[in-house]
Every structure is written in C-alpha cells, then in structure tokens.
C-alpha cells in the first residue's frame, strides 16, 4: 500500500495550493526553501534565476501546503521569457491563495503595477496575502504605501525577511487559517516532486549566473545527460551546457578553460552539500543558435507549458 494512506491527519485538517508570485528577484524562492527548511529551488541575485513552476511540499500537524515557486513576472523579450510569464499566470489561476511578494527595499516597479492588475483580473474569489520582503532592509520609518495600496482588499498583509527567517511562522499561521480543510497529498517526508536530474542541472546553472556576467546567465540552458550513483559515495554526473553563441560558448570556458572549471568547482561543492556523496562532474559546452527564441529548442530543454488536455 501506498504511504500516504497509511499517515492519518485530524477531521480539522487543512491543504491546498499556494501560488507564490511577484516581480523577477523579489526573494520567491528564497521564501520557499526558507520554509521547507531545505534547497528546492536555486536563489541568486540576477533576477529570472527560477524559470520553471516548482513545487515546495510543507507538511505539518495542521495542515499541508503546497507551495508553487513560479518564475518572475516581467516584460519578455523572446520566447523563453513569454513560457516564464505564462507559467506563473497559469499558476495563479490554479491556486487556492495567491501569495504575492514585494520587495520592500525598493519602490514598486512598473512590473508590480501589471501584476496587481493581472491579480485583480483573475484572481475571483482567490484570497491574496501581500507579502512585503527583504523587511531586514528597511529602516523602522520607512513609507511602505506605495507598496500597500497596490492591490484592494487584500486577504492579509505581513512583513517578513525570507532572508533572515523573521515572520515565517506568522505567515505560516496566516495561511493553514484560510486553506479549505483537506487531505494530505503527499507522504509527510517529501518536500518536492523534482527529480536530481533537474535539481543536479539547475545547480550547475546557478553557478553559470553567479559566476557569469551581462546577457549570459540568461541565454544558458542546462542538460544532465548522465546521472549514475556510482556507489554510496559517489555521483557521477554528466551536462551539456548550452549557449545561444559561439561567442558565448568562449565566455563559458574561458581563457584557457579557467571559466569552465570555476564553474565546475562551484557546482561540484553545491551539488556534493545537497547530494551529501563527493560529485565527479563532466561539462559540456554547445551552442544551440537562438534557442530562447526557438519552441523546438525549449521544448526539447524542458520548456514547455503541458497543453490543456496533459493536465
Ligand atoms: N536582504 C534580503 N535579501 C533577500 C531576501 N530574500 C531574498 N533575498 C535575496 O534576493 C535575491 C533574489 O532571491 P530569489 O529567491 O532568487 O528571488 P526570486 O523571486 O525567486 O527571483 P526569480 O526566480 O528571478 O523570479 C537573492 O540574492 C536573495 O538572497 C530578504 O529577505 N532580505
Ligand atoms: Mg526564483
């Protein structure tokens, strides 16, 4: 039998879907590792680091929330960035709560002004809680008004820094409080439904962002083509990183492969703390000439939104 029929959860018991939104860098994925207490998605500070919906799985005696780390809502500029922006529109349209950040730090921007009018488009009788981050930046004094008359009638607002942990398990509270009661989809222990492959790959891309400069992070895509537990102390890992350019494929290695091993390096680390066995990595660079741009491209990377009758 299945686990999660033999876990019981009390008659009071809630669940449902939390989609978390905002503009590109707000601290979306931040908030959800903060929360689960573990590394689901990768965090930089370049904004559209997330570019998939991911799901962040937070069970407790109360209730389970299933958490939807979305990318950045933005202006898009190619096709990838269109599949971003339709990814987190399709994700709030399914939630239970729309969970919508703001980073506090700085004045809204013209992004957040068309998020508020998409939000008020569709989220229906949705409850939206505005969540103001990065709380840790801002003096005690600070206008924040601009921020908070946004959006009508919201559910909740609440100050946090995900950053620095203050206020979670407030919002927390806020959120089991105005979930439906429901079951509990998924064993206690999971936290995410991604498999290592993609975690292994995204590894490797957050180093690419952070080690990388300009229009590069944003034109690199990242395949594991080769994932083998060689024994309980060992991961073998193989990815093809790839480019737009060929000029780009040289900014990657670098002069005499100095790039490519920094990234390597780094990823390796990473990917050995969240792995928890030594990792032997292979790298690959390729140019796939305007993938961004191209749907066979990023469907073939994983881009692509499930059509209607997948779902
Ligand atoms: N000071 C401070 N920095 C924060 C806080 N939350 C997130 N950050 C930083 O903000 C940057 C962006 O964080 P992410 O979690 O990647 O933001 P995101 O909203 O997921 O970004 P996209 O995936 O690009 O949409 C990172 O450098 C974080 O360390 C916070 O509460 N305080
Ligand atoms: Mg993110």
């Known amino acids: 039998m299945d686990d999660i029929f033999e876990e019981s959860w009390s008659e009071d018991h809630r669940s449902g879907v939390v989609a978390v939104v905002g503009r590109p860098?707000?601290?979306?994925s931040t908030l959800i590792n903060r929360i689960l207490g573990q590394k689901i998605a990768i965090v930089t500070n370049k904004p559209q680091t997330t570019r998939k919906q991911q799901l962040g799985i937070y069970t407790e005696e109360?209730?389970?929330?299933?958490f939807v780390d979305t990318p950045g809502i933005h202006q898009p500029h190619h096709k990838l960035g269109q599949y971003m922006v339709d990814v987190a529109y399709e994700a709030l349209r399914d939630a239970d709560?729309?969970?919508w950040l703001l980073d506090a730090s700085e004045p809204p921007h013209q992004d957040d002004r068309q998020i508020a009018t998409h939000i008020a488009e569709l989220r229906g009788e949705?409850?939206?809680i505005l969540v103001l981050n990065k709380m840790d930046l801002v003096t005690a004094d600070a206008d924040?008004?601009?921020h908070l008359n946004l959006i009508e009638?919201?559910?909740q607002v609440i100050k946090i820094s995900a950053a620095a942990g203050e206020n979670i398990p407030e919002l927390i509270d806020y959120l089991i409080d105005i979930l439906p009661k429901g079951p509990r989809y998924y064993p206690s222990d999971q936290v995410s439904e991604v498999n290592m492959r993609f975690i292994a790959a995204e590894i490797i891309r957050e180093a690419i962002i952070e080690l990388t400069e300009e229009e590069i992070p944003y034109t690199v895509a990242v395949e594991v083509d080769q994932y083998k537990e060689r024994n309980e102390d060992l991961t073998y890992i193989s990815a093809i990183i790839y480019v737009e350019r060929d000029s780009q494929k040289g900014i990657i290695i670098g002069k005499n492969g100095t790039m490519i091993k920094q990234i390597g390096t780094k990823a390796r680390q990473e990917l050995s703390n969240v792995l928890g066995t030594k990792v032997y990595l292979d790298l690959h660079v390729k140019v796939l000439k305007?993938?961004?741009s191209d749907e066979r491209f990023m469907n073939r990377l994983g881009y692509?939104?499930?059509k209607k009758d997948e779902r």
Do not use: A, Y
């Open 25 to 28: 860098n707000v601290g979306k």
């Open 62 to 66: 109360r209730g389970q929330i299933l």
């Open 97 to 99: 709560v729309i969970l």
């Open 126 to 128: 949705t409850p939206v």
């Open 144 to 146: 924040l008004s601009e």
């Open 153 to 155: 009638n919201p559910h």
């Open 290 to 292: 305007n993938w961004r």
């Open 304 to 306: 692509r939104l499930p």
